[in-house]
């Protein structure tokens, strides 16, 4: 998963530093979410003309939320987005808009979104960089300065120099200006990112040492103590990823059946954490092997936790909300245009693919994180089977067809949405965020609403796994 995208989006995600082995009880955290509440809190940025930025924030690990904020007029305007906050969040920049396709800027920044602000002003630079307005009433500044440098492990030797790292972002941040509680959160944050380094060089070392043997129960202790501040996010994710592939990989002699789901049961103090459960949410939907036992074991599991009682309505939305005959209904009706500007019905593209099974690459030219995944893509496109076809489908608006048209490559297949995301297809299956791809049969059969990336690890083996299904 260490493409170039996501190390961008991890760098953005700030880390802390706190190690306390103290737990707090499963009946403290249900209070801390009882108590919450929300409030408004609106981002203003002033945007030159042609100019623009993307905020993200990882809302649950399911469902990222991008903020756009795009000025395609020939003024400077001020754009505003409202969102409600219960608890501190965690916003991160990852994405540069820009008119010209040739332009690829990406800059690293990261700023914790409370209660205590009404609202946010920020300004879009002529270099397409952000900064603070001094519209503020209270002071704010970016956080990833505690944490890029931390999340960095290239040239590393060994885990004291991610340590030294760690105590240089805590020196730093104890002579700062920031008040005890925005202390407290940056402090969460730089203990996030440097657990996520740890345990990245753990992997790609493969080193033991008994300063690492202890890494899951210091992230055990890291979630129960920073639960009432932490916010769901990438670098989060890659974490819980990376226990999970470990687990797998120590049982892949054992007779256990349901190795890909053994880690809740293992590490159940670990995912008596709320948020560690909702990454056994995002664990089920991104399952290639949806409503076999083992994953029905999983979801049962899930829906005994307090993250399934807080969230149950959007919980079984995504791991219940399809029947067979109306998502087949609803693929093989998609209306697409093809590169000649004509409508064609999904069915069509199907029958004449001559493959098994199809990846759907939902995208759209302005989306930069799309263009990185599609490198990704391409560089691992020989070892994907031939019996699988690549479909790329653009959400552009209907009125940005010729800028689609312009970036077809010629012998891949390429249709383009019709109304975009308005589509019928796009709203059935929830589409609102993209990149976004999903497998289906020949046939039209949906095998996987929300497949793996190709940035993800395992990708190539889960797509080519899903011929034998």
């Not at 403290?28 to 030159?48: G, M, P, Q, R």
């Not at 920020?122 to 503020?136: A, E, G, H, M, Q």
């Not at 002699?253 to 880690?263: A, D, G, L, Q, T």
């Not at 599609?374 to 089977?385: Q, T």
Request: with cysteine.
């Amino acid at each position: 998963m260490m493409n170039n995208v996501l190390k961008l989006i991890f760098l953005l995600i700030p880390l802390t530093s706190c190690y306390c082995r103290t737990k707090e009880s499963p009946t403290n955290i249900e209070n801390i979410y009882k108590n919450d509440s929300a409030k408004l809190v609106t981002i203003a940025i002033k945007v030159k003309p042609q100019k623009g930025t993307i905020l993200n924030l990882a809302n649950q690990f399911y469902d990222n939320l991008e903020l756009h904020f795009f000025n395609d007029s020939s003024v400077e305007k001020t754009l505003y987005r409202t969102l409600s906050i219960s608890r501190t969040k965690l916003i991160t920049q990852f994405g540069i808009y820009t008119p010209n396709p040739k332009i690829r800027l990406t800059f690293q920044h990261a700023f914790l979104l409370s209660k205590e602000y009404d609202t946010i002003h920020l300004c879009v630079t002529d270099s397409l960089d952000i900064f603070f307005s001094k519209d503020n009433k209270k002071p704010i500044q970016f956080i990833d300065e505690y944490t890029n440098d931390l999340a960095s492990i290239k040239g590393l030797k060994s885990v004291l120099e991610i340590e030294k790292k760690m105590e240089i972002a805590t020196l730093r941040l104890n002579n700062s200006s920031f008040q005890e509680k925005q202390k407290k959160e940056i402090q969460c944050y730089i203990k996030q990112t440097y657990l996520y380094s740890v345990m990245r060089f753990t992997n790609l070392k493969l080193t033991t040492s008994p300063q690492l043997v202890n890494q899951t129960s210091d992230f055990e202790a890291f979630l129960y103590k920073y639960d009432s501040i932490l916010s769901p996010n990438l670098q989060l994710l890659e974490i819980f990823k990376i226990i999970k592939n470990n687990i797998e990989n120590r049982n892949l002699s054992s007779k256990s059946y349901c190795k890909k789901f053994s880690y809740i049961t293992e590490l159940k103090n670990v995912f008596n954490n709320y948020t560690a459960q909702a990454f056994i949410l995002y664990d089920l939907k991104s399952s290639t092997s949806k409503n076999d036992s083992c994953w029905i074991q999983a979801t049962k599991n899930l829906t005994t936790t307090l993250y399934y009682q807080k969230n149950k309505q959007k919980v079984d939305s995504i791991l219940f909300k399809f029947n067979a005959f109306s998502s087949k209904n609803t693929v093989l009706n998609f209306k697409l245009i093809d590169f000649n500007k004509k409508t064609i019905d999904f069915n069509k593209v199907l029958l004449t693919a001559n493959k098994k099974i199809f990846l759907l690459d939902f995208w759209a030219t302005w989306c930069v994180p799309c263009s990185k995944q599609n490198e990704i893509l391409n560089s691992k496109i020989n070892n994907i089977s031939n019996e699988i076809g690549i479909i790329k489908i653009s959400l552009d608006e209907d009125s940005n067809i010729d800028l689609w048209r312009k970036k077809v490559v010629k012998g891949e297949i390429h249709l383009k949405s019709i109304r975009g995301f308005e589509n019928e297809f796009c709203k059935y299956f929830k589409i609102t965020e993209i990149p976004r791809y999903m497998l289906i049969s020949s046939s039209g059969e949906l095998l996987n609403e929300d497949f793996y990336p190709p940035s993800d690890p395992n990708f190539i083996k889960h797509l080519n796994a899903s011929l034998k299904k």
